[in-house]
Structure formats: C-alpha cells, structure tokens
C-alpha cells in the first residue's frame, strides 16, 4: 500500500503563488492514478484535480486555468501548482491515490474512488 506525505502548503495573500508536493512511499507510485481533494470548514471533500498514470491530467472547473498538476516519476511526487490564489481557494488539501486497474475519466473525480490519503495540509488565502 502506497504512503503519502503533502507538504507547502501554508499562508499566501490573494493572487499569490503556492506549490504542493504529494511524496509516495511504500509502493510503486507509477501505478497509481493520483489526485488532489480540498475541503473548507463545513463544506464536504471536493475534487480539485488528478493525474493518471500516463499523465493525463483533470482539473475541477473551479481551478481550471489556474492549478496545474503535474507528476515527476524519478522522484515519486505530484505536484499542485496553485497561481492566482482566492480567499474562496481557503481549504485542507488532501492527496490521494488508486490503483491503475481502475478508470480515470469518471472515477478520478470520486473521493470514494481512492485507496490512499494523505494526512492533509492547511492552505490559507487571506490579506
């Protein structure tokens, strides 16, 4: 089973710039579709954007055009690069992964989906 680990998150001020990192360990990271989740104080568990195992990328509507997930296979990370942050964008961030024996159209959007967490990581957008 594959262990994950986010890290950068943290405080920016709107229209700032903040990148996350999803380290994997345990398991051979390349056979898993992987994707980032969010969720703000009262609100539930949103998908934010995944990555499959070839690269192939999606991306909620709410971040299109401003989060780009990218996956770097030597190192074992994705990466969430989040430019043009809004108070709106204020949430936990979670990654998350599932095996490629699965789909990604249509599956990849479903927290249910996933097999792997990790712990989460505060992202806080505010002047």
């Known amino acids: 089973q594959v262990q994950l680990v986010e890290s950068g998150g943290g405080l920016a001020q709107p229209g700032d710039s903040l990148r996350l990192s999803c380290a994997a360990s345990?398991?051979?990271?390349?056979?898993?579709?992987v994707g980032w989740f969010r969720q703000a104080p009262g609100k539930e568990r949103e998908f934010v954007a995944a990555i499959s195992r070839s690269a192939r990328t999606l991306a909620a509507d709410a971040v299109k055009g401003r989060f780009t997930i990218s996956r770097d296979y030597a190192k074992n990370t994705v990466y969430l690069q989040m430019n043009s942050l809004k108070p709106e964008d204020t949430a936990v961030f979670y990654c998350?992964?599932?095996?490629?024996?699965?789909?990604?159209?249509?599956?990849?959007?479903?927290?249910?989906?996933?097999?792997?967490w990790g712990q989460g990581i505060q992202v806080t957008v505010s002047s």
């Open positions: 998350a992964a599932y095996d490629t024996s699965e789909g990604f159209l249509g599956v990849a959007e479903r927290p249910a989906s996933y097999t792997a």
């Open positions: 345990g398991s051979t990271f390349s056979n898993y579709h």
